[in-house]
């Protein structure tokens, strides 16, 4: 709902005094235009108790400015008037804002539909879908603002100005040193014919000024934020037409708005300040109001505005990072919104199943990547297994880690490994940690103390010797079963069980203290070295390579804290 709380006339044109109104509702506004020739007797609205009533569908629109990248305010904006069309079985529509000709480029427009695309949040209308109220790119709906700011200018309800740009900047000053507010004080408007003429004759440049009251208020209701007012003598009359013949944001926004019928307009709080220019101008060219709806901003985890200075900030940079489309959603969907239950997980689906609007919070939603990366681990673990496998699969052959993207070894690892993968770009990591051998770094760590003082060194001489009588292998030829009656004979004969027997095993096999399940990871090392899976450059130690650095400790010098090892290259090497 809007409305105009006016305590004064609504305008005045030349001498003619127009009719009073005390409370003038904007929505819908009913307009009665008596005309006679350039001068008009009075304009005046009739009062709707059905504010904001809409019939017909429910039609939304996304309108970025192709700029820049994405940024994931902007794609949560997106998403929230996605998931509202899609509840209602209403229309999505994108519309390019490309009006700063200066800095809008193609480029950063196909970065954006290709952003919005992976993200699976598909438009009924817009550039490559086309449809019946287009064209979608302001830079192309040039003929329709002029056309509409000279309706504007026959009403009365613009005028031209012939200021200066030093006189805008003198009266900026004067209002500075009265401490006023920065507003046009309103020199043509009231200009006769004839002084408009001789400017015309002359040739000087002029913009489209709309008329503001100088009294009185505007009334909002926001689907969001509930009721928002502004009082009209802030704003001043404000231009809608560049002296260049270039149209200003909020006349494009609202013409767009009124005559692509869209019913609701979801959109950051940054732009609530813009609502009162533009239901100015819906009342005066008769527009039929659409309901608001202002998203709260993303914060950083200071509650700053969220910026490049917190880290990565573009949808583009969380794609290149490993992210999924689908947690990306999930996550943004509740920065801001929840569904009044404790899940937290939702599908892009299920999110179109649960939205309203009237859950949306008003407060800012802090972005706290912990959390995101920890909801993209859910997602990615919920993929099914053949496309899990195929995407971590790839990953580890494009860079190097393996030489084959799929076969049991790749399946076998990434069931054991997935638990530590969140990030499809973590599947690196983990894997390389697995295959890898930091035997000295963790027999000289602190940590590592207490299970060498536990006699270490005889466990280790009697694993080289299993080792060496093919026991070892032998195990890990049958696989599970047999590796596990290994390690309980091998128990058995040291008289050690639980910590005590698994603990030294995991240093001496796999050189480290804490990792997967040790039976698995040894059965996948024992098949990378029999396969010729894993790239040795990758950081890959063989079995047989272990057993060998293993041979070099000095458990005296060990003993004493004095260097025990070569290192793992020079080892290998």
């Not at 008596?34 to 569908?57: C, I, M, P």
């Not at 209002?175 to 015309?200: I, N, R």
Request: charged letters at 25%; glycine letters at 8%.
């Amino acid at each position: 709902m809007a409305s105009i709380v006016a305590g004064t006339p609504w305008m005045r044109i030349g001498r003619m005094t127009m009719t009073t109104t005390t409370k003038l509702d904007l929505a819908p506004p009913v307009l009665r235009l008596y005309r006679s020739r350039r001068r008009f007797s009075s304009v005046s609205a009739s009062l709707s108790t059905n504010s904001n009533k809409l019939d017909g569908e429910v039609r939304v629109r996304f309108a970025p400015s192709p700029t820049g990248n994405l940024h994931v305010g902007g794609a949560r904006t997106a998403l929230f008037n996605y998931l509202f069309a899609r509840s209602k079985g209403g229309k999505f529509v994108l519309r390019i804002e490309d009006t700063d000709l200066e800095r809008s480029t193609r480029e950063s427009e196909e970065a954006v539909l290709q952003d919005l695309t992976w993200l699976g949040l598909d438009w009924d209308e817009g550039p490559g879908v086309g449809g019946d109220y287009g064209p979608y790119r302001q830079s192309e709906r040039n003929s329709l603002y002029k056309q509409y700011a000279e309706k504007l200018l026959e009403s009365g309800h613009v005028y031209r100005c012939f200021c200066s740009s030093e006189e805008l900047e003198k009266m900026k000053e004067i209002a500075k040193l009265k401490q006023l507010p920065p507003v046009y004080a309103g020199k043509w408007a009231s200009a006769t014919d004839a002084e408009v003429q001789e400017e015309l004759e002359k040739g000087t440049p002029y913009t489209y000024r709309f008329r503001v009251p100088k009294q009185g208020s505007l009334k909002i209701s926001d689907l969001i934020r509930g009721e928002v007012s502004w009082n009209l003598d802030t704003l001043g009359d404000f231009v809608i037409m560049r002296s260049n013949g270039q149209p200003v944001y909020n006349f494009c926004v609202t013409v767009d708005d009124a005559t692509m019928a869209i019913s609701h307009v979801i959109r950051a709080e940054e732009h609530l300040p813009n609502t009162l220019r533009q239901a100015l101008i819906y009342k005066a060219l008769g527009f039929t109001m659409p309901y608001f709806a202002h998203v709260s901003l993303i914060l950083a985890p200071d509650r700053s505005k969220l910026s490049k200075r917190h880290g990565a900030t573009s949808v583009g940079q969380y794609r290149e990072m490993g992210y999924l489309p689908q947690g990306m959603v999930n996550y943004l969907a509740l920065l801001g919104w929840g569904d009044g239950t404790e899940n937290e997980f939702f599908t892009l689906e299920q999110l179109v199943e649960k939205f309203s609007i009237d859950r949306v919070n008003k407060s800012g939603a802090v972005f706290d990547s912990t959390k995101l990366r920890w909801m993209n681990g859910q997602h990615l673990r919920a993929l099914p297994s053949e496309k899990m496998t195929k995407l971590i699969g790839e990953r580890w052959k494009s860079t190097g880690i393996l030489t084959e993207s799929e076969g049991p070894f790749v399946d076998e690892a990434i069931q054991l490994l997935k638990d530590g993968i969140e990030l499809v770009t973590d599947s690196d990591k983990v894997l390389s940690n697995l295959l890898s051998y930091p035997l000295h770094a963790t027999l000289t760590s602190t940590e590592c103390k207490a299970v060498i003082e536990d006699k270490l060194s005889e466990v280790a001489a009697t694993l080289l010797a299993a080792f060496d009588g093919g026991e070892i292998l032998g195990a890990l030829e049958e696989g599970s079963a047999g590796w596990q009656k290994w390690v309980k004979s091998f128990g058995k004969a040291q008289k050690r069980k639980g910590k005590s027997l698994f603990m030294p095993l995991r240093v001496l096999l796999t050189g480290k203290l804490h990792g997967p399940d040790m039976g698995s990871s040894m059965i996948l090392i024992h098949k990378a070295g029999t396969l010729g899976i894993a790239d040795p450059q990758a950081g890959f130690v063989s079995l047989k390579e272990r057993f060998e650095m293993l041979r070099q400790v000095d458990w005296e010098a060990l003993n004493k804290d004095q260097p025990i090892l070569e290192s793992t290259a020079a080892v290998s090497s």
